[in-house]
């Protein structure tokens, strides 16, 4: 019987080894590596781009085809300059930030004061910790930088780098990255600014009406997206949790003025119930709502999950009201209004024309892989009075594994390998297959644990003989003779 100790080695570690197993077994890489990287941006390796694949499609087929009324589009990462004045980035997209003398290191001042907090915690100051987020988040919402200045210098908060306390004034950062449209102008030229979208929600916004019309979409209707994001995140740590080159599945919800607050809560029900069918436990999950709300919101709230360094964002649910949709047409001048020809019934008369509100749900691709990374990565001891071993396994949900199934002949001989490469040709058209005939069967259940594939087959005398396999399980390890035909049947009914 395996021992579990997923849950008991210390957090930091726990979160340490899960990197480490990222990359060890191909799941992802730090980007351009031969050159030592580059802060916060990260590659996926053959085994992550199949689990971040299957991770979208998952959200893909749930948005798009198991609703009625959401439709998915594809816009492009570039857009007109003025989508971002009229979103609200190029003013207000900031964070404060905070640089140390000694070090000449950056903070994100809300890092920096919950790191400090989490440092309280870890000494037993619970009370303490609470009573200074409590206060960074009052002066964070009311903008005041001097507050939050006061926050650090009485809290005497030391840079992790120098360890002195030695800080400059706060100052806001925006977030978006910029580039050069064309090549012959002047790249000092202002006109010629394009950015790098910090967020896929406004490909979404500007398309609203093409959607609606060609789609003869009727409100309430979603629009979804997945697709790059770009942020400038000075305290880019953490792994992939923050990361400056991102993607985002998005979906905005277009409905009637004043339904929000049902929709709201629909959409925040609807979501986690998306997370939870995916079999982690409700422990893992829990709301947070925001007290400081971004400038297009009148209520927000995160999804957040126990991550090895804590319960954390994951999703956001946002009631966008109609700011995003009035700003458009305000900087475009082009109308961004949805006729409704349902009758109200309180005044018997068609609901007319107006700007739609929106219900926006957002989340992070590479977060939500971090967290099924997370709940997946498991330690077991299997050690018997003979004989000391352990294993660390994947335990993903099979519809989200990377492979579906590994083909093993016995022996690299007597005709077992033919059996296996048989048995490939019938089911790689289906789900991914992989097929390994070195090292002793053993070994190979190893590996295929640690990448967390959830079927073995294993090809023996015996197949030769009644055309029977060795299935073996991943989480249970139980292994059990079947014949060839049903492989298709365990498999296909464990991913859909
Ligand atoms: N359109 C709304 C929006 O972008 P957000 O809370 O800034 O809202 C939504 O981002 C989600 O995108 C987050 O919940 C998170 O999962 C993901 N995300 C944001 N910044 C990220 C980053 N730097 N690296 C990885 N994921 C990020």
């Known amino acids: 019987m395996a021992t579990e100790t997923n849950k008991q080695t210390l957090p930091a570690g726990r979160f340490q080894a899960i990197i480490s197993h990222c990359k060890e077994y191909g799941f992802i890489f730090p980007s351009s590596e031969i050159y030592d990287g580059l802060q916060a941006v990260y590659d996926y390796g053959q085994w992550g781009a199949e689990l971040k694949k299957n991770i979208k499609d998952y959200w893909w087929k749930w948005m798009t085809q198991l609703q009625d009324n959401i439709v998915g589009i594809d816009a492009a990462i570039f857009m007109h300059p003025t989508t971002w004045k009229a979103s609200g980035h190029v003013d207000g997209f900031n964070d404060p930030m905070i640089d140390n003398k000694d070090s000449k290191k950056r903070y994100r001042v809300d890092h920096l004061i919950e790191s400090y907090t989490e440092q309280l915690k870890t000494e037993g100051k619970e009370a303490e910790a609470d009573a200074i987020i409590s206060e960074m988040e009052k002066a964070d919402a ?81 629009i979804a997206q997945i697709g790059k994001a770009f942020r400038n995140e000075i305290v880019a740590r953490q792994f992939i949790f923050r990361m400056r080159e991102f993607e985002q599945m998005e979906m905005q919800f277009f409905i009637r003025p004043g339904t929000q607050k049902e929709w709201y809560e629909y959409w925040k029900q609807a979501r986690l119930k998306w997370h939870l069918e995916l079999g982690v436990p409700d422990t893992e999950y829990r709301f947070h709502d925001h007290v400081k709300l971004a400038h297009y919101a009148d209520a927000a709230c995160d999804i957040e999950f126990n991550f090895p360094i804590g319960f954390k964002e994951l999703e956001g649910i946002h009631s966008r009201t109609d700011y995003d949709l009035s700003r458009h047409q305000e900087f475009s001048r082009k109308k961004m209004q949805y006729f409704d020809n349902d009758v109200n019934p309180e005044t018997g008369k068609p609901y007319g024309n107006y700007i739609p509100y929106v219900i926006e749900t957002s989340i992070g691709l590479d977060r939500m892989f971090l ?14 009075p003979e004989k000391q071993d352990s294993r660390v396994v994947l335990k993903f949900p099979a519809k989200l594994a990377p492979i579906k199934l590994a083909v093993f002949p016995l022996l690299k001989k007597d005709g077992l390998p033919e059996i296996a490469q048989e048995i490939m040709a019938q089911y790689r058209g289906e789900f991914k297959c992989f097929y390994e005939e070195k090292d002793a069967i053993g070994k190979r259940y190893r590996r295929m644990d640690a990448l967390g594939v959830p079927f073995c087959i294993t090809i023996d005398h015996q197949t030769k003989e009644d055309g029977t396999v060795t299935i073996r399980h991943r989480d249970s390890m139980e292994q059990e003779r079947i014949s060839i035909e049903k492989i298709g049947h365990i498999v296909s009914q464990a991913i859909s």
């Open 142 to 222: 009311a903008g005041d930088l001097t507050a939050l200045k006061k926050l650090i210098d009485d809290n005497k908060i030391k840079c992790p780098v120098s360890g002195t306390s030695n800080w400059t004034d706060i100052r806001q950062f925006n977030l978006m990255f910029s580039t050069e449209f064309g090549s012959t102008v002047s790249s000092e030229d202002e006109n010629n600014k394009v950015y790098l979208r910090p967020e896929t929600a406004q490909g979404i916004f500007v398309n609203f009406l093409n959607v609606q019309k060609t789609g003869r979409m009727k409100i309430p209707f979603g």
């Open 371 to 384: 967290s099924m990374v997370c709940a997946a990565y498991t330690e077991e001891d299997l050690s018997t």
